[in-house]
């Protein structure tokens, strides 16, 4: 589904984003408990979806350190 239409959500970005350059991803809490992630150069693009268990899963897994690998 298109990010800029989910409505009635609040957009949220890293404070570690960089406006520069314009590489941020943001996320958004739906009413039904999930979480919706969009690329915020393009927020009429693609938005994806996922459930509470998931982005708990990919949170925790960021906090160990599991992803460092990805922005080397």
Same mark, same amino acid.
């Given at each position: 589904?298109?990010?800029? !239409?989910?409505?009635?959500?609040?957009?949220?970005? !890293? !404070?570690?984003?960089?406006?520069?350059?314009?590489?941020?991803?943001?996320?958004?809490?739906?009413?039904?408990?999930?979480?919706?992630?969009?690329?915020?150069?393009?927020?009429?693009?693609?938005?994806?979806?996922?459930?509470? !268990?998931?982005?708990?899963?990919?949170?925790?897994?960021?906090?160990?350190?599991?992803?460092?690998?990805?922005?080397?």
């Amino acid at each position: 589904m298109a990010g800029d !239409s989910i409505e009635e959500v609040r957009w949220v970005k !890293s !404070s570690k984003s960089t406006p520069e350059g314009g590489n941020c991803v943001e996320f958004a809490a739906l009413p039904n408990g999930g979480t919706a992630v969009r690329n915020s150069r393009f927020p009429g693009g693609p938005a994806l979806v996922f459930t509470r !268990s998931e982005i708990d899963a990919m949170l925790a897994g960021a906090k160990q350190g599991e992803f460092d690998g990805l922005a080397d």
